[in-house]
């Protein structure tokens, strides 16, 4: 992954993003994209609960979805479950 790092804005909702030159892909982070569509209280609960309930999803996204470094709030760098866009709309549908 390259280090070019920035954030999308979706409706004031700011989501993490890497760009993969080897790819060349976007790889947004699955939680951010979870809170801007739900506003969820706490969105990384909310995708653990929805991957027990529909264990199909859960399958697809712990197969298809990497775990790609990221910046916190904080400004340390943490892997995060991340998404292309093709595997973000599976994930919305």
Not at 3 to 28: H, M, P, S
Not at 29 to 46: K, M
Not at 63 to 78: D, F, I
């Amino acid at each position: 992954m390259t280090k070019n790092k920035k954030l999308a804005i979706f409706e004031g909702k700011k989501i993490r993003r890497v760009w993969d030159e080897k790819e060349e892909v976007w790889y947004f982070s699955v939680v951010d994209v979870v809170f801007a569509l739900t506003e969820s209280a706490n969105s990384t609960d909310y995708l653990k609960k929805l991957r027990k309930r529909d264990t199909e999803l859960g399958n697809y996204i712990g197969t298809n979805c990497p775990h790609v470094e990221m910046s916190t709030k904080t400004g340390k760098n943490r892997k995060t479950l991340a998404g292309n866009p093709e595997q973000l709309f599976r994930i919305i549908q």
